[in-house]
């Protein structure tokens, strides 16, 4: 699947899926984001960054507040299937594909702080307010 854009009124998102970006470093996943959301996208990734990407992400998002124009940093949520219902066999098989192949059925949105007011999220949605 190759990358999709929309643009909605001067809005553009820009789907990144998870392929594209696996196997990529650490350094080059955070480079690669920040890039999409310095150029005013909304990045929506199938998929969740691991807890040291996130932390990277955000260590690199507030270094460049200070140096680029008219960047104010990032607003960043994911949303992931409510396990708390399922039997334990689902669970079981949920966590070993997640350990296999990542959290492929989680989805991530960061989009530049200017841009996006709010993000509300709760177990099966996700809101976003806009400037």
Sequence with gaps: MSKKEKKIHGLSLQVLPFSEVKDMSISERVKKILSLVLSNKIVIL????????????????????????????????????????????????????????GDSAALTVIGPASVIKEIKRDPRRLELFFD
Excluded: Y
């Design 46 to 101: 199938h998929g969740r960054l691991r807890a040291e990407e996130e932390a990277r992400l955000i260590e690199d998002t507030m270094a460049l507040v200070d140096h680029v124009k008219n960047f104010k940093g990032i607003e960043l949520a994911v949303i992931e299937p409510d396990m708390k219902r399922e039997n334990i066999f689902v669970k079981m098989r949920h966590g070993i594909a997640k350990r296999l192949i």
